[in-house]
């Protein structure tokens, strides 16, 4: 239906062409030639007249042809727009199910009332033929069980449930078995915000108008069919002809008709044109008006999409920082959802950090409890205000798993904190603590009854700087005197038994530079459960630079501390000023090796009969990783330099100041990986060269296998050959097997090597 006015215009075109050039040449044509011509010229006008009919007549019969199709569009869409109506009523509740105005209601599921969410265990067999440590023991085998299991108490409340069992032939570390049951305050705000955000994004399409949008579809589809027309129906060269029609008198007249067959011809063809005209006016008035609607709905969608984008961007920009009522208040009359309360269980729970019993780790102030292993409940809430207690049995610094002595007695602890403030901000927090605490460095290894205040307080300078200070006071027996006296008396003017310290840290984005600083001084009989000196003074500090280079491609830390080694078994006396350094740099970009250049201090355990001893010294460690391709095949190369700064009396170890060389090489293939490694181990007493051959097979939907081979050289003159082999094997879906074992050899203290087997079994299972 679009192609025949087209094709008859094209026709009368030529045709009027053709005329036009025969009249043309008529008049040129000389008199004589006249005669002969006026027959055909007679019927190529009668032609042209009748095609000139037949494409106006065309003409209307699409016209009329172009309307009743918009008209049959409009109300197919009309009716498409209704039902779409109407389906959004009857979908709207159910795929949203969004209160605006209680957007909390319904929004965590709360049955049933206990479910599991997952974890794993783990059971773990070690042996060891000799213990390479100070720690001299043979033929030693160890059980490990552990285990992490997810629960949803309420479908609300996460709980996790830790488990630890050790048991073992040792003497050294005590067989013991803990469980602890947890609250995690921070994977319940994690729930509760995502929950709230898909709510929150499932509210975006009810944000548009969709009624604008289905009449905008619909408008946009009638402009082009309007485009349409006016390209296919009425082209530049019919439009001029029309208007010459009407405008030039006579233009239609033919000299070899008579006139009044002349003025017949030209009123209907001025008739055909004035109404080809005023169709064309008719057309381009509609098209301008749809263009009008068109463009004034576009505005309205693309206010209504540019809303949308911006309530998206909003739900799924940052909530790591709704920690409180306020802030979730804060955040939600951002999207329109104005004098919403949090309801109060979430409120609470929001606040609710830490609920733990069993053994939990104390980690809080520098003069009350730090870094200590707590057997018993630790409970922590922060809102507007802070309030925390706990109490148990403590294993200091969790160092005392491994001293399986007999000497042993029991020390507890409980405590209570209450402040104003959150702990990310600004904040004010007093502690009071209690507990009997053993002091390891007396002579008769006797406990003292410890009291202790504290007072805290942090200010955020900016936010990527803050700085926090504390006070504490405690009272306790005094052991400067012998026998020793009875707890010291409270009194501000006493200095013996107060403590300060100091921190700082602050993050500079324009230089991308962290720095971080500590300050301690205790005095000689102020106790907590954070230090263990004993009739001495403390001063201790540290200062910490981390600073990035060449667009974050060069790293470079440095740290200077003195003081800070501190250990519950050994007497502590820091008065020798002891001042560790330590610098380390790495530097990483594409397609180059990835380097780490480091000297720090170390320190080192070692138990002679019933005395710990601990010897502290510098190490320089340098490596270099690289992963590249040759001929296609990935590799990957290592290399590392160790070097000791110590001597044979600063260490319990055969490895004193020795200097240690490490080369590995990896090849990548499809189906195994080769490595190859060899080390080198030199000081003043031995040089040991061990070389390393083996192969990693992969086996598809199984896991892989392993074997290999060391060959020891000891002092050049000894040599013996050792050999491992590994299992990594997928049992079921996602359980894993885990085997290895190894015949291998140490240097001893008598320039010999001795042999040591070592062997693992663990099995996985996760839920």
Known sequence: MGYPLPLNVFLSFIVLFCFTATVAVAQSTPAKQVDST????????????????????????????????????????????????????????????????????????????????????????????????????????????????????????????????????????????????????????????????????????????????????????QLTDIDQLLRNSFSPQSLAEANEILNVPRITWRPNLPDSVNHSREDSLKRAAASLLDLYKKTMQQYARVKGQVDSLRQVYDKDMARITEFRKMVNGKWDDLISPRQWRLKLEKYGVTNVEVP??????????????????????????????????????????????????????????????????????YMVRAGIGRLERNYFIASVY????????????????????????????????????????????????????????????????????????????????????????????????????TNAEMES????????????????????????????????????????????????????????????????????EDRVIENQFQTFTSTLYHTYSIRGLQTASTIMVNKFYNNNSDTGFIYYNATNLYWMQNFFFKRFTANIAVSHSKNSSYVLNVMDESIQVHIDRIGSVGFGVKINNLNNELVKVGGYLNGNIRVWRQDVLYLSYERGYLPGFNNGLVRNEMATVQFVKSF
């Open 38 to 221: 006026s027959h055909f010229r007679k019927k190529i006008s009668d032609s042209a007249r009748s095609l000139l009919d037949t494409t106006l007549k065309g003409g209307r019969k699409l016209l009329d042809w172009k309307k009743e199709q918009l008209t049959d569009q409009g109300k197919s869409g009309i009716k498409k727009l209704s039902g779409s109506v109407q389906r959004m009523k009857n979908i709207r509740p159910d795929s949203i199910r969004f209160d605006i105005d209680h957007p909390f209601k319904n929004l965590l599921i709360t049955k049933p009332a206990i479910q599991f969410s997952g974890g794993y265990i783990s059971y773990q067999f070690n042996y060891r033929a000799n213990i390479d440590t100070p720690y001299v023991e043979k033929d030693i085998a160890q059980h490990n069980t552990t285990g992490n299991l997810g629960f949803r108490i309420a479908g609300v409340l996460p709980v996790r449930v830790n488990f630890w069992s050790r048991q073992s032939n040792s003497k050294i570390f005590r067989n013991m078995t803990d469980v602890q049951v947890s609250f995690n305050g921070a994977e319940f705000r994690n729930e509760l915000q995502m929950a709230l955000r898909n709510r929150l994004l499932k509210l975006a399409p009810g944000l548009k108008d969709s009624l604008t949008e289905k009449l905008y579809e619909l408008k946009k589809i």
């Open 344 to 413: 109060p269980k979430y409120r609470w729970l929001m606040g609710l950090r830490n609920v733990s019993a069993g053994r939990s780790t104390m980690n809080y102030t520098d003069l009350t409890a730090k870094n200590i292993s707590l057997n018993g409940i630790n409970i922590e809430y922060n809102s507007w205000y802070y309030f925390a207690v706990a109490a148990g049995l403590v294993d200091y610094r969790f160092r005392d798993f491994a001293f399986n002595g007999s000497n042993k007695k029991p020390q507890y602890l």
């Open 434 to 533: 209690r507990g009997q605490k053993q002091l390891f460095a007396a002579s008769n290894l006797s406990s003292i009854t410890v009291t202790g205040i504290s007072a805290e307080t942090r200010w955020q300078v900016n936010p990527t700087t803050w700085v926090t200070a504390e006070w504490a006071k405690s009272i306790a027996p005094d052991y400067r005197n012998t026998p020793p006296q009875s707890n010291t008396k409270f009194t501000l003017s006493d200095n013996s038994n107060q403590a300060i310290a100091f921190r700082l840290y602050s993050y500079i984005p324009v230089w991308g530079t962290r720095i971080e600083g500590a300050y301690k001084k205790t005095g000689a009989n102020f106790q907590s459960f954070s230090s263990f000196q």
């Open 541 to 608: 500090w540290s200062a910490k630079a981390d600073q990035s280079f060449f667009h974050r491609k060069l790293r470079v830390t440095a740290s200077v501390r003195k003081n800070e080694f501190s250990n519950p078994f050994l007497p502590q006396d820091y008065r020798s000023n002891t001042i560790f350094k330590s610098l380390t740099a790495s530097f990483r970009m594409r397609k180059w090796p990835v380097i780490t250049v480091g000297y720090q201090p170390m320190s080192q355990l070692t138990v002679l």
